[in-house]
Every structure is written in structure tokens, then in C-alpha cells.
């Protein structure tokens, strides 16, 4: 199992299975699934349950450490490290493998809303398509 890079953040209970999973989280290079996570945790000597894994995403969802993202209609959950990083994902509808976009058509985009007092924090998008791969096929 790696060290921690960042250290462990002071607002959450330190366990063995929570370790594990910031782990993961640290040497990920992509937004992971439950899934994907539990197997990676697996592979680096460590066991956690499924229903452990959501219990502890939810966890750090909550206390901002990690952003989840969920995508065609929520179908489908990804989660990474909150970097403080603006980021938005296509998704292929055919292998589900997941594109980093390299802007934001929002950015400029200013919402009119019937609340003036309404405080916008951020913005969600659902980019969904086929990859290269099974667009070729
Ligand atoms: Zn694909
Ligand atoms: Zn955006």
C-alpha cells in the first residue's frame, strides 16, 4: 500500500478500509466507479466490500474530499479528489470509458433564474457519445 501523499485530511475518522480508498484516489490518474475502486484496493494488497466502498465515497462526497460526478442519468457514478479543478467528462454510451473535455462551454454562460438570490456554485454536464474506438466499429 502507497503513503499517503497529501496526509489525511483532519475533518474525517482514520480506518484501514478509508485509507485504502484516498489511496487509490492519489494514484488515480482518471475519475474511478465504485467498482473500479474496490478492485484497485484489492490489487494493492487491501479488502474492502463493495457496499464498504459507497459507504466511505459518501463519506468523503460529503466532507468535499471527493466529487462525484454521475453521468447518463445516473446510471453510472464516478468519483476523484476534489483538486479544486474545473472539469467536465464525455462519456462513450457504448464501452462507458470516460473523456476529459478541455474547456468549459459554460464559462461564460450566466444562468437567468426566476430567484435572484439564488447563489450558483457550479454546474454539472452530461457529455455523452462514442468513443473512437466504437465509433469505428
Ligand atoms: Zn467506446
Ligand atoms: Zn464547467
Known sequence: MKELQTGWPQNIKKTKPREW????????????????IC???????G?????????????????G???KTTVMNSDMAVYEL?????KHYAVCMSCHKIVT????????F???????????????????????KCSTK
Open 21 to 36: 480508498v484516498l489511496s487509490v484516489f492519489e494514484n488515480a490518474q482518471k475519475p474511478l466507479s465504485a467498482m473500479d
Open 82 to 86: 476534489n483538486r479544486y479543478q474545473h
Open 65 to 67: 474530499l471527493v466529487i
Open 39 to 45: 478492485s484497485q484496493v484489492e490489487k494493492n494488497g
Open 110 to 132: 450566466v444562468p437567468k433564474l426566476e430567484d435572484d438570490d439564488f447563489h450558483v456554485m457550479g454546474h454539472n454536464l452530461e457529455v455523452y457519445g462514442y468513443c473512437r
Open 47 to 63: 479488502s474492502v466490500w463493495l457496499s464498504t466502498v459507497y459507504r466511505i465515497l459518501e463519506l468523503f462526497v460529503e466532507k
Open 101 to 108: 473535455m478541455k474547456n468549459c462551454p459554460m464559462e461564460k
